[in-house]
């Protein structure tokens, strides 16, 4: 078992190439994590709720399935922070080399967001989402990855921005 869940489950969760969203099993696990301290189901769980390839540790070995798949959840990351990707960028943060294989990556996403992939210009340019990484919300202490993409005050904060700006911008030059 590890940390209340046991492996052949938790491999099974995050090799699923459906699920993105793994905050519940996080939760669940951080509970009962009490008596399981430096449990890897707990580690393993925190990076894919909030973390990117770059949060994993040397001590934590991926499948080539989980690795796929935590690429998948970096560019995910990348394209709430940035509307336009350049290749070279998303192959940093994913290290990884392979061109075409990022492309299929976006492409697999194409349920979550809609983008313009550009070969020549080497970019992708995210035009809609329709999904995105979960919040953090200090619900547990997170023990591997350093900075979670997104906190509850941030979006917080960026809901208030935009309602100012719809407030004073957009509104008024409608009436």
């Not at 519940?24 to 696990?29: A, N, P, R, T």
């Not at 200090?138 to 960026?158: C, D, F, K, P, S």
Request: charge should be negative; proline fraction near 3%; charged fraction near 30%.
């Amino acid at each position: 078992m590890w940390g209340s869940i046991d492996e052949q489950r938790l491999v099974r969760i995050l090799e699923d190439p459906q699920k993105l969203h793994y905050k519940d099993e996080w939760i669940h696990v951080a509970a009962g994590d009490s008596r399981a301290r430096g449990s890897r189901a707990r580690d393993l769980l925190e990076i894919f709720t909030f973390g990117t390839v770059e949060d994993v540790p040397a001590s934590i070995e991926l499948s080539e399935r989980m690795l796929h798949k935590l690429r998948k959840l970096t560019l995910l990351s990348l394209t709430e922070l940035y509307r336009v990707i350049p290749y070279s960028f998303a192959l940093e943060k994913c290290q990884m080399s392979d061109r075409s294989l990022m492309e299929t990556y976006f492409i697999q996403l194409g349920s979550v967001l809609e983008f313009q992939m550009d070969p020549i210009s080497e970019t992708v340019t995210v035009t809609n989402f329709f999904d995105c990484r979960d919040v953090y919300d200090n619900e547990a202490e997170l023990r591997i990855v350093r900075n979670a993409h997104y906190t509850r005050e941030q979006l917080v904060t960026g809901l208030q921005k935009w309602k100012l700006k719809l407030e004073n911008e957009i509104l008024p030059s409608q009436s």
